[in-house]
């Protein structure tokens, strides 16, 4: 029998209980995944702990702390914190604009006292938030197809236009496409996704040609055909693919590839690494890497499909698709079949912004599997 089923009721409000609750599968998964990545970056770093593979155990640990603490925290003050947690972000992209730091030509930081970080990371929290509130006190009927459908889109757009003008056309895709996940889950109707995917489509061309910076259109025309410039704007794809290829089924061994210990393989232990891991553990360590991704998400959703309320569901599913979109648009262009954009491979890639997002995220998945028999209301007596 699961714990749920010997508790009492009022026993699952107990510390312990709550802890018990807990889905440790999924723990250790993600435990699993950021050591492979400690691992890579040990070995491509010559054997050495440092400059990356200490420090990416030291905040993986601190994170999972962190996580495992808000899993404690009731459904309902996430419930009554969405709005809010949106609001700040939206008001620190603004920020961006007005006051944010410039580097390598994109101005994409804040700087608050000693403090430094990205607003866009916050926000890809605080649109799960929002869209999970806002679709809770929406009838079906509505989420399917209504008017109402344009405050969605409008809590989708304003952000994405603030983080694409910094510009990080990367961030702004994930941002975008997690509220559109969002939207689909929460039963939008076929008719207007098709629409929607006709529209897109559409719109491509001229905004690829006439709405994108230079170099943002040179990073997909070099996707279309690295070749045309192998030792300049091709140079990232073509090394990752031969990357890849060289590991063959077994890989040649930790230590022991030569694209990454020969620094031919750029950003070998951030947005690369997944192409450093091909290398040095071949087809079955990647394989088995994709298979931890492929566990992470399948119980992800299968807590997210747990939850008794729709502000859980729609949370968690919401957390659930932006970590999957990043494990797809990395590992897509890692393989070269799509432009360069940054995006890391979550867990496993070296920098601690990006983990401390998805830990938080995942604190929200494990809270709608620890409390998945809370009830959240729409009204203000939602937190009693």
């Not at 030291?58 to 999972?64: K, M």
């Not at 009731?74 to 604009?97: C, K, M, Q, S, T």
């Not at 073509?238 to 022991?256: H, N, R, T, V």
């Not at 990395?330 to 496993?348: E, F, R, T």
């Amino acid at each position: 029998m699961s714990t749920s089923a010997l508790s009492r009721p009022g026993e699952r409000d107990r510390p312990l209980m709550k802890f018990l609750e807990i889905d440790w599968v999924f723990c250790l998964l993600l435990c699993m995944v950021a050591g492979a990545g400690g691992l890579i970056m040990y070995s491509v770093a010559g054997g050495s702990w440092g400059p990356w593979a200490a420090a990416h155990f030291v905040r993986f640990g601190l994170f999972f702390l962190l996580m495992i603490a808000l899993s404690m925290v009731d459904l309902r003050v996430w419930f009554f914190a969405a709005y809010p947690v949106y609001v700040v972000g939206l008001i620190l992209l603004v920020g961006v604009e007005l006051a944010g730091d410039v580097s390598k030509g994109a101005q994409r930081w804040l700087s608050l006292g000693p403090v430094r970080f990205q607003p866009s990371e916050v926000m890809k929290i605080g649109i799960v938030l929002a869209l999970a509130r806002f679709y809770h006190g929406l009838t079906a009927d509505s989420a399917h197809m209504s008017w109402w459908l344009l405050v969605p889109l409008a809590m989708i757009g304003a952000p994405v236009l603030l983080v694409a003008h910094q510009p990080d056309l990367g961030t702004a895709i994930l941002i975008g496409a997690t509220g559109v996940a969002i939207m689909v889950l929460a039963g939008l109707s076929w008719r207007l996704i098709i629409a929607g995917m006709v529209a897109v489509a559409a719109a491509l061309p001229p905004f690829i040609f006439f709405v994108l910076h230079d170099y943002q259109r040179k990073r997909i025309l070099t996707f279309l055909n690295p070749e045309a410039d192998p030792s300049g704007d091709g140079y990232h794809i073509l090394q990752s693919k031969i990357a890849l290829g060289s590991g063959g089924f077994l890989g040649k061994g930790l230590g022991l590839g030569t694209q990454s210990q020969l620094n031919y393989l750029p950003e070998k232990h951030t947005d690369f690494i997944f192409a450093a891991l091909s290398e040095e553990l071949g087809f079955v360590g990647s394989t088995a890497v994709l298979l931890l991704y492929a566990g992470i998400i399948f119980i992800a959703l299968r807590i997210a499909s747990s939850s008794h309320s729709h502000f859980g569901r729609l949370g968690s599913a919401g957390v659930t698709a932006t970590f999957a979109l990043y494990v797809l648009i990395n590992g897509a262009m890692v393989m070269g079949m799509a432009p360069v954009v940054g995006v890391p491979m979550p867990l496993l890639s070296y920098g601690g912004t990006v983990m401390l997002t998805v830990m938080i995220g995942f604190g929200l998945v494990l809270s709608t599997r620890v409390h998945r028999y809370s009830e959240v209301t729409s009204g203000r007596g939602s937190l009693l």
